[in-house]
């Protein structure tokens, strides 16, 4: 049987759309359509306008509708400054005599890691659990069956806004879309583009978008710190337009259609310009305990700003042994750019939800009441 799954990556300016089919019996995953939808009304997931953020999505619909018999289920990547994070801990005690640990206890234990005193102005999105210890001992990936008193687990949670949920819940309500997944994108990449080895690591991942750079950065096969920052490409674009005394749009016009070595001019005002971009990059995350202490040797770049010069630029600024640009590139896909990395996002979403049984629909206009019960069913526990 085919699931049809929909993937909405709101970037900045536009909206990005992958439409996959996975087939539960080979469990493959196939992309059926990608598509980018212009739309002003929205700036790295912020909806500036209902109503124009409405039409933008319904043209999106319409367009699937013409690949689909029935509604797919959504899922909607969240990025930007209203996103949070935090690295926090959770303990259960294992009932029953033989000590066994149960999933409930895993849903019990990741639950307990979730700090009681969130604003309510926060939204939980998602909690990724990293690592467990049992009675004092670490590095246990999977818990589940083994014996022991106590469980831990470390996590990674990712908070939203309440206010700006919501915004984005009235538009895909209006259009007649109101069950639907959010995931945080930048976790998304993280846990599908990367190596292990990468992940092992002191790694750092960058998504950049037009106008905002979302970053995680590894150590010891966890994530130990992530950054939604207001700094991306139409930084490069702008510094690029005023060395070439030329307007915005024909910049961005000229520099799609550059190839990277064409010309040796316009290779250098690029390369000065995404060394400025990811400079003001460093400097925010200088600012951060975990990017000091754990300073990256690695980068992973994504994104539809990633390019040949913000490689070049990252591994210069961050004085990294190793940087590449990532992308899905083995799809299997009836879409000719699946592997362009202006939908890398998108696609990683889709693979992320489906390695965490998440495609249960999640409306987000309320908190769950049962949150115990919402991370059974998220993790594949229940």
């Keep these: 049987m085919n699931r049809n799954i929909l993937a909405l990556d709101f970037g900045s300016g536009k909206i990005t759309a992958v439409l996959s089919a996975y087939d ?24 500036l306008d209902l ?12 367009d699937i509708s013409e690949y689909v018999s029935f509604n797919p ?30 999933s409930r206890d895993i849903a019990e234990a990741i639950n307990n890691s979730v700090p ?15 690592i467990y210890t049992i009675d004092g001992q670490t590095g246990i990936k999977n818990p589940r069956g083994m014996e022991g008193f106590g469980l831990e687990v470390e996590t990674f949670i990712s908070f939203a806004l309440v206010t700006q949920l919501n915004n984005l819940n009235r538009v895909l309500c209006e259009c007649e879309c109101p069950d639907y997944t959010v995931l945080p994108s ?40 992530g950054w939604e920052l207001p700094i991306g490409a139409e930084m490069i674009v702008q510094e690029v337009a005023d060395v070439l005394q030329n307007d915005l749009d024909a910049t961005r016009t000229t ?31 200088l600012q951060t305990l975990p990017f000091v202490k754990y300073p990256p040797v690695w980068a992973v770049l994504s994104g539809g700003g990633s390019s040949l010069s913000v490689r070049e630029a990252a591994k210069n600024v961050f004085s990294l042994r190793k940087a590449r640009l990532a992308a899905y590139d083995d799809l299997i896909s009836d879409a000719e750019d699946a ?32 949150f115990l019960g919402g991370l059974l069913a998220k993790l594949g526990l229940n």
Excluded: W
């Excluded at 109503?51 to 319409?62: D, G, P, R, S, Y």
């Excluded at 303990?91 to 640990?101: C, M, P, V």
């Excluded at 890398?344 to 908190?367: F, G, M, Y």
């Design 51 to 62: 109503q124009q953020t409405q039409e933008a999505v319904n043209k999106i619909f319409a």
């Design 24 to 47: 539960d019996e080979t469990g493959t995953l196939r992309v059926r359509r990608t598509l980018t939808q212009p739309c002003k009304a929205v700036n790295a997931c912020v909806v």
């Design 255 to 285: 520099l799609a259609q550059y190839e990277y070595g064409d010309d040796e001019v316009i290779d250098d005002v690029l390369d000065e310009a995404s060394k400025n971009m990811l400079k003001a990059v460093k400097k925010e995350l």
């Design 116 to 130: 009681r005193n969130t604003s309510d102005t926060l939204e939980v999105v998602d909690v990724l659990p990293q």
């Design 339 to 370: 592997d362009n990395p202006t939908f890398s996002t998108a696609i990683a979403l889709t693979l992320h939800s489906l390695e965490r049984d998440a495609l249960a629909p999640t409306p987000v206009h309320q908190k769950e009441e049962g």
């Design 186 to 225: 930048i976790v998304c990449l993280g846990e599908t583009l990367m190596r292990p080895e990468e992940k092992n690591n002191n790694t750092l991942l960058l998504d950049i978008g037009g106008n905002n750079t979302s970053a995680l950065l590894y150590h010891k096969g966890i994530v130990v710190g």
């Design 73 to 102: 289920s959504v899922i909607v990547g969240l990025r930007g400054g209203f996103l949070s994070f935090k690295r926090s801990s959770g303990f259960k005690n294992t009932d029953g005599r033989n000590r066994i640990i149960s």
